[in-house]
């Protein structure tokens, strides 16, 4: 059993479209993260939100973490064909130090 | 060095063999973390040391697998009796102690493949 559950777990949309992804838990978190994973490499990160109800945006990226800390959404506006990858989030739970991630989100661009 | 080193970056063996799989963190970094990927999945923790010590061993899968980090830098990741079913990418991360994030970077990662 996951302890994040990531969803949808494949998304192949066209250029230009809007996307979000899911990141759930029934653990609170003190601090969650999304990273961005391109074959052959390591995950990259994307975000770090901290805060319940925090909003960050990264240029056409948008990334909430729920009020109560359990969970979180990535959207994507106007997606485009440089944003194909594998998008992981990862939390980092109260009371430990170790990153546990979701089985990620694969997102598929097209021209 | 100015990144997470991994080395081997393949390593192709067959079943029952010994495998060591090592990371070299990036300078200063006192906490480590070790986790498995398989395709098409996410990162599966297995273990992570802060400075010399194991803080959290809860995600090895079994007593074949063990992992060290003597001198609170090169951690080295141990496989015996290698089977089939440890075929993926070991991926290393580091991370400064006492950020609050806890911000991760990860090394490429080192491909598995037990014949």
């Known amino acids: 059993t996951q302890l994040l559950e990531q969803s949808p777990q494949f998304l192949s949309i066209q250029e230009g479209e809007n996307l979000t992804v899911y990141c759930n838990s029934s653990s609170v978190f003190s601090s969650l993260q999304w990273y961005r994973q391109e074959p052959g490499e390591g995950p990259v990160l994307l975000v770090t939100?901290?805060?319940?109800?925090e909003v960050k945006k990264l240029k056409r990226l948008t990334f909430q973490f729920g009020d109560a800390r359990k969970d979180s959404s990535l959207h994507i506006t106007a997606a485009q064909p440089g944003d194909t990858g594998l998008y992981l989030c990862?939390?980092?739970?109260?009371?430990?130090?170790?990153?546990?991630f979701g089985a990620g989100t694969r997102l598929t661009v097209k021209p | 060095g100015a990144g997470v080193s991994q080395t081997p970056s393949n390593k192709v063996t067959e079943k029952g063999k010994y495998v060591e799989l090592r990371c070299d963190p990036i300078s200063g970094h006192t906490a480590l973390y070790w986790y498995r990927q398989s395709l098409g999945q996410g990162p599966e923790f297995l273990i992570y040391?802060?400075?010399?010590?194991?803080a959290d061993d809860s995600g090895l899968p079994n007593d074949r697998f063990f992992a060290v980090r003597p001198e609170g830098s090169v951690s080295t990741l141990k496989i015996q009796r290698t089977e089939r079913g440890d075929s993926a990418v070991y991926l290393c991360?580091?991370?400064?102690w006492g950020t609050g994030a806890n911000v991760l970077t990860f090394g490429a990662g080192s491909r598995l493949t037990v014949l």
């Open positions: 991360a580091s991370s400064l």
């Open positions: 040391f802060q400075g010399t010590g194991a």
């Open positions: 939100v901290v805060t319940g109800g």
């Open positions: 990862a939390g980092l739970r109260r009371n430990n130090n170790d990153m546990r």
